[in-house]
């Protein structure tokens, strides 16, 4: 039976997830390398496809903690008091740069799997020719820099602010924070619509979607919630996180994850919607492509169908109807459950999002040569990126000291 927020009378000791930091960089470390060996050696557009789906994944993570952290600085919310710290550290400009590292073996390497890339390709089709003054390496790579660099310098200079007022309490650090949040998250919003224009749309030069870049924001930030919930839920009986749990605090972070459900819904329909009613060939393919039904012929023993079916069940209408009820919101292990589900629903909707858009892997299907890969990339990506969230949660309390808001609510309560 679950224990109530108000009922955790023992505490565990303090929660110290620093400690993780060092077996996970070992780890990471190893597999990075094992990916890398197969990455230059094989030269095999296989695995360059399934390290594409890993950086992805964790890139998303990261996306939504960072557009969280943004949100929460902009509106100064109760709600996301709770939560902020894990999003700053997972968030942070360390993992940004992590990620944009990370990324150096597709950038040194990205005729394997963009087919813009390749010149006398290019020039044979008029869509990629009509747009290679944009979708050219030198100014792909001059854009990635750029993307990273402005998220890098505003998530360093947000979080400079945050340990500054860690120290002074000074609070019109915090009002500074909400002016520059507000400038930040239109920021978010349009360069990351742009990044992923240019790492995964452009995977399908004849395809496109003007509610790309919002459906994977809203995605991504979504898991970057759930994974916060499985995080502070699965230590609430430890310090800090023990002095704050409540009913109220429990509703605040359910109805938080009940948000982003219902607009994860409202993105995806919306785009299916606007492209099957514009029933235009290059528009719909997207769909055609994660269509057990429909060609190229053979498709139909592939199972892309049923990822999508888990979704639609798995990703809204599971976490809708839980987090309707007050009593799933009541009790932290419900909410470490909910956010559980949703981080694998996240794995799921990231590798139907990239993998049917990779050259060959549509008629491929889901279960396919290239599983052992994307399994290989995913964790390897993985585990350096919590190496060094583990590492960030260290350096700041993982609850703002300078903020009561959550002491009170509790005592209130």
């Known amino acids: 039976m679950a224990i109530a927020s108000n009922d955790l009378t023992t505490s565990a000791g303090p929660l110290n997830i620093s400690r993780l930091a060092r077996p996970m960089l070992v780890l990471g470390v190893v597999l990075i390398a094992v990916m890398g060996f197969l990455l230059f050696t094989s030269n095999n557009p296989e695995v360059y496809g399934s390290y594409l789906f890993g950086w992805v994944f964790w890139l998303s993570i990261t996306l939504g903690m960072f557009g969280m952290t943004t949100l929460h600085n902009t509106v100064r919310g109760t709600w996301s008091v709770s939560l902020v710290r894990l999003w700053e550290a997972g968030g942070g400009a360390v993992n940004l740069i992590l990620m944009a590292a990370l990324f150096s073996p597709i950038l040194l390497n990205l005729t394997a799997i963009y087919p813009w890339a390749n010149h006398d390709v290019a020039v044979k089709d008029h869509a990629m020719l009509h747009r ?25 200079f947000m979080r400079n602010s945050v340990l500054r007022q860690e120290r002074t309490k000074d609070m019109k650090l915090e ?102 009613n514009g029933n235009i060939p290059e528009t719909t393919s997207y ?18 169908g049923i990822l999508g079916l888990v979704l639609i069940v798995g990703r809204f209408f599971t976490p ?92 209130a309560h």
């Not at 390496?137 to 890098?152: H, N």
């Open 287 to 304: 769909y055609k492509e994660r269509s057990s039904e429909m060609f190229p012929q053979g498709m139909s023993g592939n199972h892309w």
């Open 132 to 156: 290679i003054g944009y979708m050219n390496p030198g100014f792909f790579m001059v854009r990635f820099v750029l993307y990273f660099a402005v998220w890098a310098w505003f998530a360093w």
């Open 320 to 411: 809708f109807f839980s987090l309707l009820s007050p009593r799933m919101k009541r009790f932290p292990q419900n909410l470490k459950l909910v956010g559980g589900w949703i981080f694998v629903m996240q794995i799921v909707e990231i590798y139907l999002f990239v993998q049917p858009s990779l050259p060959g892997r549509a008629q491929m299907g889901p279960l396919a040569s290239h599983l052992g890969y994307d399994a290989l990339s995913f964790c390897a990506v993985g585990a350096l990126w919590l190496s060094v969230f583990a590492f960030q949660t260290a350096k700041a309390p993982l609850l703002p000291t300078y903020d009561a808001r959550l002491e009170a609510m509790k005592n």
């Open 175 to 276: 009002m500074g924070r909400s002016s520059w949040g507000a400038a930040g998250m239109v920021m978010f919003f349009l360069t990351v619509t742009f990044a992923l224009t240019d790492w995964t749309m452009s995977l399908d030069v004849h395809w496109s979607s003007t509610m790309y870049g919002t459906w994977f924001i809203i995605c991504s930030c979504g898991a970057a919630i759930a994974l916060a919930l499985v995080i502070f839920n699965s230590n609430a009986d430890k310090e800090p996180y023990r002095s704050v749990v409540s009913p109220t605090l429990g509703k605040d972070q359910g109805n938080m994850q009940f948000t982003l459900t219902m607009l994860w819904g409202y993105t995806s329909i919306s785009q299916f919607l606007i492209l099957w």
